[in-house]
């Protein structure tokens, strides 16, 4: 979202959405290739071409282009509103989605809210010289004195996230082993923090990964 | 460019929040029926029109109904299948039910619902969603109602391809005043958001108005003011505005993420949520989901003077048209809205429970809710259940 904006009397306008062919080309390409190494089967455009039609028009060509060059892979669009209604009825129907940058923020928080939360769910943020790695959805969980100071902050988001770093970085066995004790932490139920029903602190969380760690 | 702005700010004339309770409603006795328009629509349309029709007269609800077809040929008056006569009847009975229409494809006319929009100066979007009982989904208490701004915003439908010496505003003028050297970069498109004091104004005042008058508790402005500091911040000052005049109605601001997330993770920290369009369209939605999906959720739009239509948001499931299998529960609850609207509560209560009643017991669903009834069986447990 560019941020040319401007009042004009009582009306304000904002250029809010720039897409670009250059731009839409990257990020389709990203996510087949991440589809691809990842083995997923499938991967969602999630748009609004029916309104916004130049703008998603554009982007859907160059997520159709891409997909041509992956027939392993299936490709289809969904519309972003009838997207987010599938996400909370049936999200089991999803693989791979690559959006738009708002229709991004909303989907991604959508799905890391029922996944999970956001202190579950890990992200990263991919350039092409660099890399970082975040929690994947930043919805409520910024700003939080209280939740700092009674020690009942959520360190699996920030975790996994540093899994996919090791990923990034092309250490898969670290990553497996971190990946796996942490899962396995949440699995046996005794170590949670607050946003998932327990009681644990963040240091017990950590001890718990540490002595899951194989 | 300036004459949409300008259009947009003379605009039409708008009458005071009063009129949203239509007082030419208030008195309407049993004896004189009261005139509706009905569109009943394509596809599935006409049957579950019928079923309305049919539980509306076995409650005693003293509705004319005034129905309209769409046409198959544009009316080069309304540039559209919608007739010049259909629009009058909605501007004239001041309230309508509207079943599922299909846009036929093609270019030279307007869409159907943009027609409706904007002939109808349709400016508020309004879905109650509610968890429904005996039918289950994942989440089990939902019951919040979504008002959608239905206007502008996102949807103004100003895109163009980005001009290289003249920023894009500059470019509609050129174009406006038929200059050609204005040089267009190949790739790059550009979408303009517009968000008026007025159209802002007009959907916030709607919202504290509908929660008071529904006995809610609270309305939460949603938006992404954090980034779109200007339009979405003008957005918020207007419901900060209104939210004033209403010290009774708790009210709060949550960004859009956060919403999506506090929605799909527990439902019931919301009451009413009123949002601009694009957020709107996107988050009513998702609740629409929460409790069921499309084919269950009604909905209803209000326009200046008071107009409402209720319609059913689901699609005319050509696949299952005239095979009596058709789920009329949307487009009963829509107008069950209808009947509130019109302030006839009685009937309206007496519709609404004889719908949940029946889908509660379970005996009689139609194929979508995972039962075996045919649309018939179903129209009849309901009017049974009055």
Request: charged residues 20%; aromatic residues 8%.
């Given at each position: 979202?560019r ?7 009582l ?36 748009h ?18 891409v ?12 519309i972003?509103?009838?997207c ?47 890399a ?28 996994l ?37 327990g ?16 | 460019?300036?004459?949409f ?43 579950i ?28 008056r ?5 007739t ?9 009975n ?109 959907v ?8 008071k ?47 999506c ?5 527990n ?26 999906g ?6 209803c739009?209000?326009?200046?003077d ?29 107008g ?20 949940i ?30």
């Amino acid at each position: 979202m560019r941020g040319l904006s401007m009042r004009l009397f009582l009306v304000s306008l904002r250029v809010f959405m720039v897409i670009t062919k250059f731009c839409s080309e990257r990020i389709a390409k990203y996510a087949f290739e991440y589809a691809y190494l990842n083995n997923r089967k499938k991967v969602t455009a999630v748009h609004k071409a029916n309104i916004m039609k130049l703008a998603d028009g554009l982007f859907l060509e160059s997520c159709r282009e891409v997909a041509k060059k992956y027939p392993g892979i299936t490709y289809n669009e969904i519309i972003v509103d009838n997207c987010c209604m599938q996400l909370v009825a049936k999200p089991e129907q999803f693989d791979v989605m690559v959006t738009p940058n708002l229709y991004g923020n909303l989907v991604a928080n959508t799905a890391a809210g029922i996944a999970g939360g956001t202190g579950v769910m890990p992200g990263g943020n991919v350039g092409a010289d660099h890399a970082v790695f975040e929690q994947g959805a930043s919805a409520g969980n910024v700003g939080k004195d209280k939740i700092v100071r009674e020690n009942k902050a959520n360190p699996v988001a920030l975790l996994l996230s540093s899994a996919m770093m090791l990923r990034h970085l092309q250490f898969p066995s670290f990553a497996d082993r971190l990946e796996t004790a942490v899962k396995r932490v949440i699995s046996e139920g005794n170590c949670r923090t607050k946003d998932l029903g327990g009681q644990s602190t963040t240091q017990q969380v950590v001890d718990a990964v540490i002595a899951n760690l194989e | 460019m300036a004459a949409f702005l300008a259009r947009r700010l003379l605009g039409t004339p708008t009458s005071s929040s009063s009129a949203l309770i239509s007082a030419s409603r208030a008195f309407s006795s049993s004896t004189t029926p009261i005139k509706a328009t009905l569109f009943p629509g394509d596809g599935i349309g006409p049957e579950i029109a019928e079923s309305v029709k049919q539980v509306f007269t076995a409650a005693d609800v003293a509705i004319d109904w005034d129905e309209h077809y769409v046409s198959t040929e544009v009316d080069p008056r309304t540039n559209s299948f919608l007739t010049r006569e259909s629009l009058q009847s909605v501007l004239d009975n001041k309230v309508g039910l509207k079943g599922p229409m299909a846009t036929p494809i093609g270019k030279g006319h307007r869409s159907l619902n943009l027609t409706l929009r904007k002939e109808l100066n349709l400016y508020a979007n309004v879905r109650p969603c509610y968890s429904l009982p005996g039918y289950k989904t994942r989440y089990d208490d939902v019951d919040l109602i979504t008002i959608r701004e239905n206007t502008e915003g996102e949807y103004s439908g100003l895109e163009h391809q980005v001009s290289l010496f003249f920023s894009s505003l500059v470019k509609n003028l050129a174009d406006y005043l038929s200059f050609d050297f204005v040089k267009v970069v190949k790739g790059v498109v550009e979408s303009i958001k517009i968000i008026t004091r007025k159209a802002s104004m007009r959907v916030a005042e709607y919202a504290f108005l509908y929660a008071k008058t529904h006995g809610r508790k609270k309305v939460s402005a949603i938006h992404k003011a954090n980034i779109m500091r200007k339009t979405d911040g003008l957005f918020l000052q207007c419901c900060d505005e209104v939210a004033e005049k209403y010290p009774e109605i708790e009210y709060e601001k949550v960004v859009i993420d956060n919403c999506c997330m506090m929605l799909v993770k527990n439902p019931t920290l919301f009451d009413v949520l009123v949002m601009p369009n694009l957020y709107g369209d996107i988050i009513s939605d998702l609740c629409a989901g929460l409790v069921g999906g499309l084919g269950l959720t009604p909905s209803c739009n209000i326009g200046e003077d008071g107009i409402a239509l209720a319609e059913a948001v689901h699609g005319s499931a050509p696949d299952i048209a005239g095979k009596n299998l058709a789920n009329p529960t949307a487009l009963l609850l829509s107008g069950v809205m209808m009947l509130r609207h019109l302030k006839l509560n009685k009937q309206a209560e007496q519709i609404h429970s004889a719908i949940i009643n029946t889908i509660a017991e379970g005996k009689y669903r139609t194929a979508d809710l995972g039962g075996t009834s045919t649309t018939t069986e179903f129209t009849k447990a309901i009017c049974d259940h009055l």
